[in-house]
């Protein structure tokens, strides 16, 4: 009687990793072009969000002061308990400025950020979500293509983004 041996042959097996090291070749850097898409993605999401919140606490700094439109500038460090405010109004503190952003945006704390303000609205935010991603709003000024170099060196990159958000919003 003739006994059969079920399994993969040695050959079998080779073609078969071969095929699965070809697709991870492929698929390995397309999806890490995602990784940065996502993460661009989001911190410009995250700007967005920051500017609204901005603008909503400038309208509500408005009518208790008839004088927003004085504040030019807000910036805050990474876990920082306040901000810093450019052109406040008197009887106004950076401090309650910071408590209304909070308000509107609890995550605003975590964050480094930089605020051009005009008339009482915020017209650009530029935001650092870690050491490598930078996002703006209006967004498309920190893209996949030149992320890397709003890298590391946070305050002159910020004020980069900013500047170029500023030109994009008018």
Known sequence: MKTT??????????????IIGVLAAILVPSMLGYVKKSKVSSANSTASTLQKAINTTLIEVDEETQDAGSITHISSAKNAA?????????????????????????????????????????????VALDDTYTGTAPGGVVTVDNYKSYDNAHDANLTHALSGALVKAS
Not at 92 to 101: E, G, H, L, P, R
């Open 82 to 126: 306040s901000c810093t405010v450019t052109g406040l109004p008197s009887g106004t503190t950076d401090a309650q400025v910071w408590s209304k952003i909070e308000n509107y945006m609890e995550k605003a704390k975590k964050l480094k950020f930089e605020a051009a303000c005009e008339g009482a609205a915020c017209k650009a935010v530029a």
């Open 5 to 18: 041996k079920k399994g993969f042959t040695l050959i079998e097996l080779i073609v078969v990793i071969a």
